[in-house]
């Protein structure tokens, strides 16, 4: 605890000569290993087996380890039923044990032929359980730790699982089956044969779903000897998720709460980027996470030549990924006629900036998140949350110990629930509970403290106020364009009180409400019905919103949406903006007369002091904060340590 809070399509490329590997080696990018972490590649059993050519092999090991230092690689056996060889594994694993590389096995449990669709294993179909069995201990006669890639899920229907099921929901079969398949169709099979062998099992980032296709984040972590995170969230529109851009931090910092020490490191591809800058954004984040490794998938992607895409609103600037300083720190001591950079470079670039801020930064802290195991509702709404500049701490267990915890829907899956909001409440603690947790606990409880009422109505609102007690709101703004569609909440007025409202055609509607309970304070928050409206609220009315939410905490930023804060408990902090445009925050500390120290730079700025109140109204909570001027250009982040 610190502050009250938790601290938590494959390229080939011509052999070079001996004298073009020779003079890359000069470059820097080849002067030692990352300093905070280690990085590794995963080499797809088809490529693997291309390796048959020894001269293949070389001549890509020597085009990559010339743009990014590798201190590891994952050789895998077997995907889409396809094998490597006793020999060839041996032969490739040799070859990096000689370079200095460490090596472990890999295997991807996908089936081909689902049509552009992904397509699990039949686990209730005896030939594919002995086919699993036999792939794994390929992997265990070669491997001492071997990694399962994110398709050990299960997506099939036949009619041998329909027997097996039963009258059971499609979550609980698939639940039990897993667990049953990791035990006797991985890990035991694979330790017979070498008992050894650290199993390792990686999930992917669509975690809100898992438990549908049988991903148990409770017991699996528990079977396998350690879990790797999924931290690609790649284009946050135009892929099937949405997946918004602060997932490539929080998801990691979920699972290390529920994997204390044995989550392994973040994984991320070169998949669906519109520019180039997306990949660099997810490699920072998963490294802002404080991940020990960070996992490049794959070995043919990172060979690609790097592209810059859609930049055209930034490439002349000099933003946190610049692409014609990457290229020169390519060009500058390649030979003429040398290929040109791939995204290997664009990684190695990313990952050397990255690496001079990490070490500097202490442990992750932020606002305490509940989201119990096997649990979903308001799908990946904390990710929206830490794009509004609140960052969270999830975790899979109820944080009792924190001061204030923020609840989703999917905290109703626990069926106590509203027993422990009131122990939170009783000890004199906070509670903020959206409008979806409000919805999903009507008549289970949740009116023996308060009666707030979630309507079938909506409101269309467009301009916002706020205000702490009783008289005249204070204008917060709004744009006359941007509608936003809310649920209306019923309240009793004196009962409990409007902190943030949203008005339509003269009536206002509350989004922020808090009510007293005993010594504790609970608060209500009205979330849109699509979270990408959360962006489109005046900063105003975020800054009302965040002024009660972290109340409290070390650091705060206020400005546009789509700029997030990450905190550390040694005051310092990264704030990273994720628009097209460039943007000025206000970042504010706790505490009178605080410097700011840019961990880069060294450069240091002073501030101005503020006694900064909540809302317009007598009697409502206030904080020394000094405030400071930060301008952000697109995709870009500044780091920062608090002084005295």
Same mark, same amino acid.
């Given at each position: 605890?610190?502050?009250?809070?938790?601290?938590?399509?494959?390229?080939?490329?011509?052999?070079?000569?001996?004298?073009?590997?020779?003079?890359?080696?000069?470059?820097?990018?080849?002067?030692?290993?990352?300093?905070?972490?280690?990085?590794?590649?995963?080499?797809?059993?088809?490529?693997?087996?291309?390796?048959?050519?020894?001269?293949?092999?070389?001549?890509?090991?020597?085009?990559?380890?010339?743009?990014?230092?590798? @201190?590891?690689?994952?050789?895998?056996?077997?995907?889409?039923?396809?094998?490597?060889?006793?020999?060839?594994?041996?032969?490739?694993?040799?070859?990096?044990?000689?370079?200095?590389?460490?090596?472990?096995?890999?295997?991807?449990?996908?089936?081909?032929?689902?049509?552009?669709?992904?397509?699990?294993?039949?686990?209730?179909?005896?030939?594919?359980?002995?086919?699993?069995?036999?792939?794994?201990?390929?992997?265990?006669?070669?491997?001492?730790?071997?990694?399962?890639?994110?398709?050990?899920?299960?997506?099939?229907?036949?009619?041998?699982?329909?027997?097996?099921?039963?009258?059971?929901?499609?979550?609980?079969?698939?639940?039990?089956?897993?667990?049953?398949?990791?035990?006797?169709?991985?890990?035991?099979?694979?330790?017979?044969?070498?008992?050894?062998?650290?199993?390792?099992?990686?999930?992917?980032?669509?975690?809100?779903?898992?438990?549908?296709?049988?991903?148990?984040?409770?017991?699996?972590?528990?079977?396998?000897?350690?879990?790797?995170?999924?931290?690609?969230?790649?284009?946050?529109?135009?892929?099937?998720?949405?997946?918004?851009?602060?997932?490539?931090?929080?998801?990691?910092?979920?699972?290390?709460?529920?994997?204390?020490?044995?989550?392994?490191?973040?994984?991320? @591809?070169?998949?669906?980027?519109?520019?180039?800058?997306?990949?660099?954004?997810?490699?920072?984040?998963?490294?802002?996470?404080?991940?020990?490794?960070?996992?490049?998938?794959?070995?043919?992607?990172?060979?690609?030549?790097?592209?810059?895409?859609?930049?055209?609103?930034?490439?002349?600037?000099?933003?946190?990924?610049?692409?014609?300083?990457?290229?020169?720190?390519?060009?500058?001591?390649?030979?003429?006629?040398?290929?040109?950079?791939?995204?290997?470079?664009?990684?190695?670039?990313?990952?050397?900036?990255?690496?001079?801020?990490?070490?500097?930064?202490?442990?992750?802290?932020?606002?305490?998140?509940?989201?119990?195991?096997?649990?979903?509702?308001?799908?990946?709404?904390?990710?929206?949350?830490?794009?509004?500049?609140?960052?969270?701490?999830?975790?899979?267990?109820?944080?009792?110990?924190?001061?204030?915890?923020?609840?989703?829907?999917?905290?109703?899956?626990?069926?106590?629930?509203?027993?422990?909001?009131?122990?939170?409440?009783?000890?004199?603690?906070?509670?903020?509970?959206?409008?979806?947790?409000?919805?999903?606990?009507?008549?289970?409880?949740?009116?023996?403290?308060?009666?707030?009422?979630?309507?079938?109505?909506?409101?269309?609102?467009?301009?916002?106020?706020?205000?702490?007690?009783?008289?005249?709101?204070?204008?917060?703004?709004?744009?006359?364009?941007?509608?936003?569609?809310?649920?209306?909440?019923?309240?009793?007025?004196?009962?409990?009180?409007?902190?943030?409202?949203?008005?339509?055609?003269?009536?206002?509607?509350?989004?922020?409400?808090?009510?007293?309970?005993?010594?504790?304070?609970?608060?209500?928050?009205?979330?849109?019905?699509?979270?990408?409206?959360?962006?489109?609220?005046?900063?105003?009315?975020?800054?009302?919103?965040?002024?009660?939410?972290?109340?409290?905490?070390?650091?705060?930023?206020?400005?546009?949406?789509?700029?997030?804060?990450?905190?550390?408990?040694?005051?310092?902090?990264?704030?990273?903006?994720?628009?097209?445009?460039?943007?000025?925050?206000?970042?504010?500390?706790?505490?009178?007369?605080?410097?700011?120290?840019?961990?880069?730079?060294?450069?240091?700025?002073?501030?101005?002091?503020?006694?900064?109140?909540?809302?317009?109204?007598?009697?409502?909570?206030?904080?020394?904060?000094?405030?400071?001027?930060?301008?952000?250009?697109?995709?870009?982040?500044?780091?920062?340590?608090?002084?005295?």
């Amino acid at each position: 605890m610190e502050n009250g809070f938790k601290i938590t399509s494959r390229s080939r490329f011509l052999p070079w000569s001996l004298a073009c590997v020779l003079a890359l080696a000069t470059m820097g990018c080849l002067a030692g290993q990352y300093t905070n972490f280690d990085v590794a590649i995963y080499i797809p059993v088809g490529v693997v087996r291309t390796f048959e050519n020894p001269e293949i092999l070389s001549n890509e090991w020597n085009r990559i380890r010339t743009q990014l230092k590798v @201190d590891k690689v994952y050789i895998e056996a077997q995907r889409n039923r396809q094998l490597a060889g006793d020999d060839l594994l041996e032969r490739v694993k040799k070859f990096f044990l000689d370079q200095g590389v460490r090596v472990a096995g890999g295997m991807a449990l996908s089936d081909e032929g689902g049509g552009g669709q992904f397509r699990s294993f039949c686990y209730t179909d005896p030939k594919d359980r002995e086919f699993i069995q036999r792939a794994v201990q390929l992997a265990a006669r070669h491997f001492d730790e071997i990694i399962q890639d994110d398709f050990f899920f299960i997506t099939t229907k036949n009619d041998s699982d329909i027997a097996a099921k039963g009258t059971r929901s499609w979550t609980k079969f698939r639940l039990g089956l897993e667990d049953e398949a990791a035990e006797d169709l991985l890990i035991k099979p694979a330790r017979a044969v070498n008992p050894r062998v650290k199993m390792v099992i990686k999930f992917p980032n669509w975690y809100e779903h898992f438990q549908g296709l049988g991903y148990d984040l409770d017991k699996e972590p528990r079977l396998f000897d350690g879990i790797y995170t999924g931290t690609e969230t790649r284009d946050p529109e135009s892929t099937d998720q949405n997946l918004q851009q602060y997932e490539s931090y929080l998801i990691f910092r979920y699972f290390e709460n529920i994997k204390p020490g044995g989550n392994g490191g973040g994984w991320v @591809d070169t998949f669906s980027l519109r520019y180039v800058d997306r990949y660099a954004e997810q490699l920072w984040d998963t490294m802002f996470a404080k991940a020990p490794e960070i996992m490049l998938f794959n070995w043919a992607a990172i060979l690609q030549p790097a592209r810059p895409g859609n930049r055209t609103n930034w490439q002349s600037l000099h933003t946190s990924f610049d692409y014609e300083q990457m290229e020169r720190s390519y060009l500058s001591n390649a030979p003429a006629g040398s290929p040109g950079p791939t995204m290997a470079r664009v990684a190695g670039y990313s990952l050397e900036q990255v690496d001079a801020v990490v070490g500097k930064l202490g442990r992750p802290i932020g606002i305490a998140g509940y989201k119990p195991y096997q649990s979903t509702g308001e799908d990946f709404l904390h990710n929206y949350f830490g794009m509004i500049g609140i960052p969270v701490d999830l975790h899979p267990t109820f944080p009792a110990d924190a001061r204030l915890v923020l609840l989703t829907e999917s905290a109703a899956f626990d069926p106590d629930i509203v027993a422990k909001i009131k122990r939170q409440l009783t000890a004199g603690k906070s509670v903020v509970i959206t409008s979806g947790l409000l919805h999903a606990l009507q008549g289970k409880g949740i009116e023996d403290i308060v009666e707030w009422q979630y309507t079938d109505r909506k409101i269309l609102a467009h301009q916002y106020s706020t205000g702490f007690g009783a008289g005249n709101a204070a204008d917060a703004g709004g744009d006359e364009n941007a509608d936003i569609l809310f649920p209306d909440i019923r309240f009793l007025t004196n009962d409990s009180w409007a902190l943030v409202r949203a008005m339509a055609n003269g009536k206002g509607y509350p989004l922020l409400l808090m009510d007293r309970y005993s010594k504790g304070i609970l608060y209500l928050w009205t979330i849109p019905e699509n979270f990408n409206d959360l962006y489109r609220l005046p900063p105003s009315v975020t800054r009302g919103i965040r002024n009660f939410v972290m109340a409290g905490f070390p650091t705060r930023v206020d400005g546009p949406s789509q700029v997030a804060l990450f905190a550390y408990d040694n005051n310092t902090f990264v704030v990273e903006s994720f628009l097209p445009t460039a943007a000025d925050v206000t970042v504010s500390v706790a505490g009178e007369a605080v410097r700011l120290r840019n961990l880069v730079s060294g450069e240091i700025s002073s501030g101005q002091s503020e006694r900064r109140g909540y809302g317009r109204g007598r009697g409502g909570p206030s904080e020394e904060l000094t405030s400071f001027k930060v301008h952000l250009l697109p995709h870009s982040y500044s780091a920062f340590r608090a002084e005295k």
